[in-house]
């Protein structure tokens, strides 16, 4: 099983940067793929970004070119740098963490830290 505990959420006005870090810990097989999603109440959970183990990175539409993920395999961290916030991420941010094994997709979730920006 894998533990993750996120941090750096918070208030932020509009044009704003915030930096969320997640931080994975138990049993870390090596190809894995480390990710964020967000929720607001009543929608579904999306993603919002993930980033492999080879380096390869996926982006929700919405966010592309104002949020960066990146990882730090050594540390088994994930982060997640937003720039140009928009009163529209307003959203709890999920960290997720992902790997196969014997052809089973695996899946853990943080706890989820809060995000609000304000207009």
């Known amino acids: 099983q894998v533990q993750l505990v996120e941090s750096g959420g918070g208030l932020v006005q509009a044009g704003g940067s915030l930096r969320l870090s997640c931080v994975a810990s138990g049993t870390i097989f090596r190809t894995n793929t480390m990710g964020w999603y967000r929720q607001v109440p009543g929608k579904q959970r999306e993603l919002v970004a993930a980033?492999?183990?080879?380096?390869?990175?996926n982006y929700a539409d919405t966010v592309k070119g104002r949020f960066t993920i990146s990882r730090d395999s050594a540390k088994n961290t994930v982060y997640l740098q937003m720039n140009s916030l928009k009163p529209e991420d307003t959203a709890v941010y999920y960290c997720n963490f992902k790997w196969v094994r014997i052809a089973t997709v695996y899946d853990s979730w943080g706890q989820g830290t809060p995000v609000t920006v304000s207009s």
């Open positions: 980033v492999t183990s080879g380096g390869s990175t």
